[in-house]
C-alpha cells in the first residue's frame, strides 16, 4: 500500500487517539470533571486503539514509509504508554478523590432509597416532637420516668454549664465514647437491612421517635435552650450518616427481596459492595461528629451566635457536598 492511502485511511484514528491525549495526559483530575461534555474517544476504547496504533507504527516502518510519519507514530505510541502506565496516585490523594467525588457520586445514586431513608427518619422524628409539645404527657408513653429524669438533669439550664464541664483528658475519653456509640448506630442501621430491609426499618423508626420525644420533651418543660445548643454543632454530620447507613441498609433489603434481572445473589454481592463503599464515607462522617460533639458541643464558653451559626455553616457545607460533590463525573454504582 502507497503511503499516501495509508495516511488517508487511518490519519482520523491518529487525530483521534491525539486529541484524547491531549484532553487526558495534562490533568486527569480536570479531564474527569469535564467527562460529561467530552465527545471523542472514551477511554474503554483506548487499550484497542493503542494496540492498533502500535501495529502500525510497526507496519509503516517495515513498509519504509517516510521518516515524519514513522517519527509522528513512534510519538503518539510513547504518550500513549506514558498515559495508560502513569503510576498511581498516592494512597492520600485517592482517599481525597473518593471523600470529595465518589462518596457524594455514590450516595445520589441511592437517592430512592435515600428519600425513603429520610422519611423514615425524619417524618416520626418531626412528628413525636409536634405531639409531645401538644401533649407533654404523651413522653411517658414512650421513654421511661427514669430515662426522662436522664435528660432532664442533663440539659437542666440550671446546671448546663457545670454539667458540660469537662478537663481536656474527659474529653478525649468521651470522643472515645462518642465514636463507638456513633458508629454502633451506623452499622445497626445499614447491616439490618440484610434482614429484608425489615431490621433498618425498624432501627430508622426508632432512632427518629426517640430523638422527637426526646427534643419533644425537653422543649416542654423549658431545657430546650442547653439541648438544642449542645446538638447543633454536630447534628449534620451524624444525623446525615444515619440516614446515609439508612439508604444502604434499605438497598441490601431491596435486594434480597427484589433483585430485578440479577440473580439474588449477584443483587445482594453488588449491593453489599456498594454499601461498603458507602460505610467508609459514612465512617468518616461519625468519626467527625463525635470530634465535634467532643471538643465543641460541650464547651460551654462558646457565645451562642457563633455555635448556632457554625451549626448552619456545617448543615450547609455537608449538604453541598452530598449534592454537587464529583458532578460531572460517571454515576457511581
Given at each position: 500500500?502507497?503511503?499516501?492511502?495509508?495516511?488517508?485511511?487511518?490519519?482520523?484514528?491518529?487525530?483521534?487517539?491525539?486529541?484524547?491525549?491531549?484532553?487526558?495526559?495534562?490533568?486527569?483530575?480536570?479531564?474527569?470533571?469535564?467527562?460529561?461534555?467530552?465527545?471523542?474517544?472514551?477511554?474503554e476504547e483506548i487499550p484497542s486503539?493503542?494496540?492498533?496504533?502500535?501495529?502500525?507504527?510497526?507496519?509503516?516502518?517495515?513498509?519504509?514509509?517516510?521518516?515524519?510519519l514513522t517519527a509522528r507514530l513512534q510519538a503518539l505510541m510513547?504518550?500513549?504508554?506514558?498515559?495508560?502506565?502513569?503510576?498511581?496516585?498516592?494512597?492520600?490523594?485517592?482517599?481525597?478523590?473518593?471523600?470529595?467525588?465518589?462518596?457524594?457520586?455514590?450516595?445520589?445514586?441511592?437517592?430512592?432509597?435515600?428519600?425513603?431513608?429520610?422519611?423514615?427518619?425524619?417524618?416520626?422524628?418531626?412528628?413525636?416532637?409536634?405531639?409531645?409539645?401538644?401533649?407533654?404527657?404523651?413522653?411517658?408513653?414512650?421513654?421511661?420516668?427514669?430515662?426522662?429524669?436522664?435528660?432532664?438533669?442533663?440539659?437542666?439550664?440550671?446546671?448546663?454549664?457545670?454539667?458540660?464541664?469537662?478537663?481536656?483528658?474527659?474529653?478525649?475519653?468521651?470522643?472515645?465514647?462518642?465514636?463507638?456509640?456513633?458508629?454502633?448506630?451506623?452499622?445497626?442501621?445499614?447491616?439490618?437491612?440484610?434482614?429484608?430491609?425489615?431490621?433498618?426499618?425498624?432501627?430508622?423508626?426508632?432512632?427518629?421517635?426517640?430523638?422527637?420525644?426526646?427534643?419533644?420533651?425537653?422543649?416542654?418543660?423549658?431545657?430546650?435552650?442547653?439541648?438544642?445548643?449542645?446538638?447543633?454543632?454536630?447534628?449534620?454530620?451524624?444525623?446525615?450518616?444515619?440516614?446515609?447507613?439508612?439508604?444502604?441498609?434499605?438497598?441490601?433489603?431491596?435486594?434480597?427481596?427484589?433483585?430485578?434481572?440479577?440473580?439474588?445473589?449477584?443483587?445482594?454481592?453488588?449491593?453489599?459492595?456498594?454499601?461498603?463503599?458507602?460505610?467508609?464515607?459514612?465512617?468518616?462522617?461519625?468519626?467527625?461528629?463525635?470530634?465535634?460533639?467532643?471538643?465543641?458541643?460541650?464547651?460551654?464558653?462558646?457565645?451562642?451566635?457563633?455555635?448556632?451559626?457554625?451549626?448552619?455553616?456545617?448543615?450547609?457545607?455537608?449538604?453541598?457536598?452530598?449534592?454537587?460533590?464529583?458532578?460531572?463525573?460517571?454515576?457511581?454504582?
Amino acid at each position: 500500500m502507497r503511503q499516501d492511502s495509508f495516511v488517508a485511511r487511518h490519519a482520523a484514528e491518529w487525530d483521534a487517539f491525539e486529541r484524547w491525549l491531549d484532553a487526558r495526559a495534562a490533568s486527569p483530575w480536570r479531564a474527569r470533571r469535564h467527562r460529561s461534555g467530552w465527545d471523542g474517544l472514551s477511554d474503554e476504547e483506548i487499550p484497542s486503539r493503542y494496540r492498533r496504533l502500535c501495529q502500525q507504527q510497526a507496519l509503516a516502518r517495515r513498509r519504509g514509509y517516510s521518516p515524519q510519519l514513522t517519527a509522528r507514530l513512534q510519538a503518539l505510541m510513547q504518550r500513549g504508554h506514558a498515559v495508560m502506565y502513569r503510576p498511581p496516585p498516592p494512597p492520600w490523594r485517592r482517599a481525597l478523590l473518593f471523600l470529595l467525588a465518589e462518596f457524594p457520586r455514590l450516595v445520589r445514586a441511592q437517592r430512592g432509597c435515600l428519600w425513603a431513608s429520610l422519611a423514615l427518619f425524619a417524618l416520626p422524628m418531626a412528628l413525636l416532637f409536634a405531639l409531645v409539645l401538644r401533649w407533654p404527657e404523651l413522653a411517658y408513653t414512650v421513654l421511661s420516668p427514669s430515662q426522662l429524669a436522664e435528660m432532664e438533669s442533663m440539659y437542666d439550664p440550671a446546671g448546663a454549664d457545670l454539667a458540660f464541664q469537662r478537663s481536656g483528658q474527659t474529653d478525649v475519653q468521651m470522643f472515645g465514647y462518642y465514636i463507638w456509640n456513633n458508629v454502633s448506630i451506623g452499622f445497626r442501621t445499614f447491616a439490618s437491612g440484610l434482614l429484608a430491609g425489615v431490621g433498618t426499618i425498624f432501627v430508622l423508626l426508632f432512632n427518629g421517635v426517640f430523638f422527637g420525644v426526646v427534643a419533644g420533651h425537653l422543649q416542654a418543660i423549658g431545657h430546650g435552650g442547653p439541648f438544642w445548643r449542645f446538638v447543633v454543632g454536630h447534628s449534620a454530620p451524624e444525623l446525615t450518616a444515619i440516614v446515609i447507613a439508612g439508604a444502604g441498609g434499605l438497598r441490601l433489603g431491596l435486594a434480597l427481596v427484589a433483585p430485578g434481572p440479577l440473580r439474588r445473589v449477584d443483587a445482594v454481592v453488588q449491593a453489599g459492595r456498594d454499601g461498603g463503599r458507602l460505610c467508609i464515607g459514612i465512617l468518616v462522617m461519625l468519626v467527625f461528629a463525635a470530634f465535634v460533639e467532643a471538643f465543641w458541643s460541650s464547651t460551654g464558653a462558646i457565645p451562642d451566635p457563633v455555635r448556632f451559626g457554625v451549626g448552619g455553616g456545617l448543615w450547609l457545607l455537608v449538604l453541598l457536598w452530598l449534592w454537587r460533590g464529583g458532578r460531572g463525573g460517571v454515576d457511581a454504582r
